[in-house]
């Protein structure tokens, strides 16, 4: 059986849903292509922040068609042992959705902005 060379590039994101305002669900373990945003569009769009941005890139599916703007994600960072529903501590998320997902007819494309520490 032939694995598909992007599935073994996947890593671990644990996404927080932003379930109303300042309010976060627990983190769900997503498995998504993860890169830097450091090509020239992204280095002309977001300047000398662009090492601050990462990009999502996949298929279509179930697991990435349910992030939104402003969902929040842990990106190689440890999880708490307890949920911060309002996600303001040292301990929260390390990465949020930056603009809403671009999604064409079978991909789609997020941004995720890094969280300047506390």
């Known amino acids: 059986m032939k694995i598909p060379t992007m599935d ?3 890593s671990e994101i644990y996404l927080c849903r932003q379930t109303s305002q300042r309010v976060f669900s627990a983190p ?8 830097p945003a ?7 769009a977001y300047g000398i922040a662009f090492p601050e941005y990462l990009k ?15 969902d929040k994600m842990y990106f190689r960072k440890d999880l708490p042992a307890v949920h ?3 996600q303001t501590t040292k301990t929260s998320a390390n990465f949020f959705v930056s603009s809403r997902p671009i999604v ?7 941004t995720l902005k890094r969280i300047q520490d506390r």
């Open 84 to 86: 911060d529903t309002s």
């Open 56 to 70: 999502i890139r996949g298929d279509l599916n179930a697991d990435l068609s349910v992030i939104q703007e402003n």
């Open 38 to 44: 450091n090509s020239d569009g992204d280095i002309l």
């Open 8 to 10: 073994l590039l996947k």
């Open 104 to 110: 064409t007819k079978h991909n789609i494309e997020i």
């Open 28 to 35: 769900v373990k997503i498995m998504a292509n993860v890169m």
